[in-house]
């Protein structure tokens, strides 16, 4: 068989690796990195080797009784970005019909395309707040769909979904014979003190993948899960022989220590995305040039210019504002933008104004 068309990188990573250091950094989506001191680990205490060969047990038991799940339900993975490509290389063989979410995290339309799938859209639009519509799931299904795709909170806007619809959803893509994919990166964001859900079931045809990059300042750990029915999370598993033999120990321990410490890393979290909001509901709320939803959980706001786009103001902001932002094309929004609120406080109002200051000005 020869392969054609098949994507080969992530247009948006490569962005965001290489394209995002303004000095005013509004880009970026995670918790602004904590350091080493802030997880109360000792080097003294940390061993380069160990016994992981399909990931640390000790953090997998943790994250299972974390969610209250079995121990075989959990696989973990090197950050939620390589967890959504392990459960999807998992679900889905080329020519299969996917449905996803749109905007969607281009990462995952990009993993979807080097899977070779057959995408279909599920719109979420801004004049009815993202929400997701089961209807329409229903009208989109078709006996071809093997996997939808979504992410809550939906990344980019936020919106966090009722567990009841997207298992009305899930409901709806077992009758066509389909799993559900579910990012719940950001709702880590959500939990109070030690209480975490999920929409994860053991019994349900539902896959959920998570991690602590986004909602902690943990991204240089790369600790990411999936929780999976046991026979497709063993299936997940095995796909470790061929992406990376084993993960580094040394961050599993990491991971283990940080997961005892998450109250303490969600208050540092919140200590500066709420400030934030409040002061990009000051600073831009009512701004004419945008329509917009603003939600009051999450590190991200995907308003719509009403006239021009997000790459040109990109382009503006980072020539005469030293600011960043990314372009809603990344999403396949082009009149769009991501705003991330999870930045330094003083860092991010100083960009705020700055992007107040640039949208006043006609592109």
């Keep these: 068989m020869t392969v054609t068309n098949r994507v080969l990188q992530s247009d948006y990573m490569h962005f965001a690796k290489l394209k995002t250091g303004a000095r005013f950094n509004l880009a970026t989506s995670g918790v602004a990195d904590c350091r080493m ?8 205490e940390l061993e380069l080797h160990g016994p992981n060969p399909y990931g640390y047990p000790p953090l997998s038991e943790a ?3 974390r969610f209250d799940v079995p121990a075989a339900c959990v696989v973990t993975a090197a950050g939620a970005s390589f967890a959504n490509h392990q459960a999807m290389a998992a679900l889905v063989s080329p020519g299969d019909e996917v449905l996803i979410e749109d905007p969607a995290y281009e990462l995952m339309v990009a993993a979807l395309g080097y899977l070779q799938a057959d995408l279909r859209r599920l719109p979420r639009r801004l004049s009815q707040g993202y929400a997701l519509d089961v209807d329409e799931v229903r009208r989109l299904l078709t006996s071809r769909t ?5 992410t809550n909170m939906h990344n980019p806007s936020s919106r966090l979904e009722a567990d009841a ?9 077992q009758a066509v014979g389909a799993i559900v994919l579910v990012d719940e990166i950001y709702r880590e964001l959500t939990f109070q003190g030690q209480g975490a859900s999920t929409l994860f079931h053991p019994d349900a045809n539902v896959v959920v993948t998570s991690g602590l990059t986004k909602a902690y300042g943990l991204s240089g750990l790369r600790c990411g899960w999936i929780l999976a029915p046991a026979p497709l999370a063993e299936r997940m598993r095995r796909l470790d022989d061929l992406y990376a033999a084993r993960g580094p120990f040394i961050t599993q321990q990491l991971s283990l220590t940080a997961l005892g410490r998450l109250d ?15 002061a990009y509901l000051e600073l831009l709320g009512g701004h004419p040039a945008l329509e917009q939803v603003v939600f009051d959980q999450g590190t991200t706001i995907f308003p719509r210019l009403r006239q021009g786009d997000g790459d040109a103001l990109l382009h503006r902001l980072q020539t005469r504002y030293e600011t960043g932002i990314v ?6 929004a082009p ?3 991501r705003v991330g609120l999870a930045g330094d406080p003083v860092m991010t109002r100083e960009g705020l104004t700055r992007l107040a200051e640039a949208l006043n000005t006609p592109l």
């Design 37 to 44: 001191a802030d997880l109360g680990a000792r080097l003294d």
């Design 63 to 65: 994250i299972a009784a």
């Design 146 to 150: 093997r996997l939808v795709v979504l």
């Design 165 to 173: 619809t997207l298992m009305e959803i899930a409901r709806a893509a």
């Design 264 to 278: 303490a890393l969600r208050a540092r979290a919140l200590a500066m995305i709420d400030p934030n909001r409040a």
């Design 327 to 332: 372009p809603g094309a990344f999403f396949g």
């Design 335 to 337: 009149q769009h933008f």
